[in-house]
């Protein structure tokens, strides 16, 4: 009996532990990794991205939305697309990631002349250690997050929103003092 509540204790310890971890992705914390597919304007990537691939080279902007072909996530896409020469200048890549499948993301890329990657997390393993997915809905939440070169998390906006520019303003800020 004492085996089975020292055994329901480390459970709920353990998964207590993992709950606190994941609840508190703050600014300063690396980065989760993931190895995802991903698919271009020009086409649907043969091997994964692995996030950490990138470290070292940049920053790198993860911009979490619902799902392809929407109003909202196409306001989101395009406001990065239109300023894709300024985010460059600011040493950032851009990874689009949603829980749709490479083959949207790659007409929704070549529809829109992207000219990032889409990586699709159609599980949603990658928005859930983000903090993005929304169970309600089964959805990524509009959030934004910018690492810097070496991995770490800088900047998070677990609100980003389309509908101005405040939102893509106070990033373009963020990289701008990374």
Same mark, same amino acid.
């Given at each position: 009996?004492?085996?089975?509540?020292?055994?329901?204790?480390?459970?709920? &310890?353990?998964?207590?532990?993992? @709950?606190? $971890?994941?609840?508190?992705?703050?600014?300063? /914390?690396?980065?989760?990794? #993931?190895?995802?597919?991903? @698919?271009?304007?020009?086409?649907? @990537?043969?091997? %994964?991205?692995?996030? $950490?691939?990138?470290?070292?080279?940049?920053?790198?902007?993860?911009?979490?939305?619902?799902? /392809?072909? $929407?109003?909202? =996530?196409?306001? *989101?896409? =395009?406001?990065?697309?239109?300023? #894709?020469? %300024?985010?460059?200048?600011?040493?950032? *890549?851009?990874?689009?990631? &949603?829980? /749709?499948?490479? #083959?949207?993301?790659? *007409?929704?890329?070549?529809?829109?002349?992207?000219?990032? +990657?889409?990586?699709? %997390?159609?599980?949603?393993?990658?928005?859930?250690?983000?903090? &993005?997915?929304?169970? *309600?809905?089964? !959805?990524? +939440?509009?959030?934004? !997050? @910018?690492? %810097?070169? &070496?991995?770490?998390?800088?900047?998070?906006?677990?609100? !980003?929103?389309?509908?101005?520019?405040?939102? #893509?303003?106070?990033?373009?800020?963020?990289?701008? +003092?990374?």
């Amino acid at each position: 009996m004492k085996a089975m509540f020292l055994g329901l204790f480390l459970l709920a &310890s353990t998964t207590a532990a993992l @709950a606190q $971890s994941a609840d508190s992705l703050r600014v300063g /914390d690396p980065a989760p990794d #993931f190895s995802l597919p991903y @698919a271009t304007r020009d086409s649907i @990537a043969g091997d %994964d991205l692995k996030l $950490s691939s990138l470290f070292g080279k940049g920053n790198v902007v993860l911009a979490f939305y619902p799902a /392809d072909w $929407s109003g909202g =996530c196409t306001k *989101e896409v =395009c406001t990065l697309r239109d300023n #894709f020469t %300024d985010l460059g200048a600011l040493h950032a *890549e851009v990874l689009g990631i &949603s829980g /749709d499948t490479v #083959f949207s993301h790659f *007409e929704w890329a070549k529809h829109h002349n992207l000219p990032f +990657r889409l990586v699709s %997390d159609h599980k949603h393993d990658v928005a859930k250690r983000y903090l &993005s997915f929304n169970d *309600e809905s089964g !959805y990524n +939440r509009r959030t934004v !997050y @910018a690492l %810097d070169k &070496s991995g770490k998390i800088a900047y998070i906006d677990m609100h !980003y929103s389309p509908r101005d520019s405040v939102s #893509f303003l106070k990033l373009k800020d963020a990289l701008r +003092r990374m």
